[in-house]
């Protein structure tokens, strides 16, 4: 059988760093995102017994590596649960920039993990699908639930999987993308986290900063949320600059979109907040009724699109498919 799925990227407001297990890809804790639209990747998979291999295509080309090694793990994880042996065909393609920091990896597990599933015949929840997808990257688990999604640490698939969190905050949120094309290295940052002297620090705090972002998205308190997901990033971010390699995302543009958000806050009066995962590119998150002020600002810095949240990943008609 052959299915097709599309899965929106994940924003990170408090943000997973490092892994228990990198082959089950568990985090050390909980994380909390929301979804960018109408941003996404597509994935079109085929089991299909004439096929003498995993055929792997990305953006029109072969995968290899990492790269591939990565997606195999998901196929392997759908053949598993489906108990069938049968080689994939399997084409992914994405709509918006990859590897400078606007979480390509999520949504393109996310869609991978949706199709796959599809295409083997598995019932699932989206919740169990998420424990697929997170096989690939923990963010695309909560790529697969959309929206604001948070994704429980634990040990196992009945405890690592994501849920939605209902917020009125869909509605109005919108996204300046601030494009930054400086390449990252996010893998390297999680199998690192932890030797960092700043993690048991980050460590002692997040469970709070978990409850408090839960809280203030229940709440609709659009400042308290994006406040927290501003501040979360610079503690992400000096984890990761004080690890051993030492890793520096952020470039001159970076600073400059921070500079802006800051000003358009404090002389303007502006509801807007950065946002970074592990990139140069940045999130600047604020209201449908300031997005085009806000754009105007950042765009004398870098490239922009506007993006709204997205929903959960889905599986689309057959017309829609790649192959």
């Known amino acids: 059988m052959k299915a097709t799925a599309k899965a929106h990227p994940i924003q990170g407001l408090v943000k997973y760093h490092g892994m228990r ?15 960018t639209a109408p941003s996404h990747s597509k994935t079109t998979a085929e089991f299909d017994d004439a096929l003498a291999a995993d055929e792997i295509v990305i953006d029109g080309e072969a995968a290899t590596g990492r790269g591939r090694e990565r997606v195999e793990m998901v196929i392997d994880h759908v053949r598993n649960l489906a108990n069938i042996d049968a080689p994939v065909r399997f084409h992914s393609a994405n709509n918006f920039p990859t590897n400078i920091g606007f979480g390509s990896s999520s949504s393109g597990f996310a869609a991978a993990a949706m199709a796959l599933v599809e295409a083997a015949g598995l019932d699932m ?12 990257s923990s963010s695309a688990a909560r790529a697969v639930t959309g929206a604001f999604s948070q994704l429980d640490a634990g040990m ?7 849920h939605r969190i209902e917020t009125g905050l869909e509605d109005d949120l919108r996204i300046v993308a601030a494009e930054v ?10 199998r690192e986290a932890e030797e960092s002297h700043m993690f048991d620090a980050r460590m002692a705090h997040i469970h709070e900063q978990i409850a408090d972002m839960r809280d203030a998205l229940r709440r609709e308190a659009f400042g308290e949320a994006f406040e927290l997901a501003e501040h979360d990033s610079l503690s992400l971010a000096a984890t990761t600059m ?21 000003e358009l806050r404090e002389e303007e ?17 604020t209201t449908a009724a300031h997005v085009d002020r806000v754009e105007s600002a950042v765009a004398e810095h870098v490239p922009t699109r506007v993006w709204e949240v997205g929903g959960p990943a889905q599986v689309l008609d057959e017309s829609e498919a790649l192959f």
């Open 156 to 162: 196992n698939d009945e405890d690592c999987r994501s």
């Open 125 to 136: 929840t989206r919740p169990e699908v998420s424990t697929v997808a997170r096989r690939g």
């Open 242 to 262: 004080t690890g051993p390699a030492g890793w520096v995302y952020w470039q001159p543009e970076t600073l400059a979109v921070f500079e802006t958000a800051r």
């Open 21 to 35: 297990d990198p082959e089950l890809r568990l985090p050390y804790h909980d994380s909390i995102s929301v979804c």
């Open 181 to 190: 094309p400086a390449f990252k290295h996010t893998e390297e940052a999680h």
């Open 269 to 285: 009066g502006i509801p807007v907040y950065y946002s970074t995962d592990t990139g140069a590119s940045v999130y600047v998150n």
